[in-house]
């Protein structure tokens, strides 16, 4: 028997593609032609912290909670959880813990940001971009030491 809950996996895919699809109606004419490859990098940096962020960070486990249940250690400040309940619980529980799944939300969202609020959304990209790159140099640094 087929337990996975399609139907809501087919409302989650609806809410994204209503508000999407919805934003592609509103920004209509306002959107650039095509973002510059600086704004691509920074973008996609600030996409992988905000939801890795999102998705596995120990500070972050009271916004999941009521859709994961146990968590273990998962490297430097992070977390590993598993989704809990079932239906929409469930489906909900693997967005919020998967940050693959939660980067076509969060990078949509910067799109959008960087084609409306260009100034805004580039400054609170780069603060993630930064904590990115102090991230692997905090990793870097430890494994050097770990070498000494």
Do not use: N
Not at 72 to 82: N, Q, R, T, Y
Not at 88 to 107: A, D, K, N, T
Not at 118 to 127: E, K, L, M
Not at 129 to 136: E, G, R, S, W
């Amino acid at each position: 028997m087929d337990d996975r809950p399609l139907g809501s996996y087919t409302a989650l895919m609806g809410v994204f593609g209503a508000l999407f699809g919805g934003l592609l109606v509103l920004t209509r004419g306002r959107l650039p032609e095509r973002f510059g490859a600086g704004d691509l990098v920074l973008g996609g940096i600030a996409t992988h912290k905000i939801s890795r962020l999102l998705a596995k960070d120990k500070v972050t486990q009271p916004l999941r909670a009521p859709f994961t249940k146990d968590p273990e250690e998962a490297g430097p400040s992070e977390v590993s959880e598993e989704p809990a309940g079932s239906g929409p619980r469930l489906v909900i529980g693997e967005l919020l813990s998967c940050p693959y799944c939660l980067g076509m939300w969060v990078g949509s969202g910067l799109l959008y940001g960087l084609a409306l609020a260009p100034r805004v959304t580039r400054f609170v990209a780069s603060v993630f971009t930064v904590h990115t790159l102090a991230d692997f140099l905090q990793i870097a640094y430890s494994k050097g030491q770990d070498t000494l």
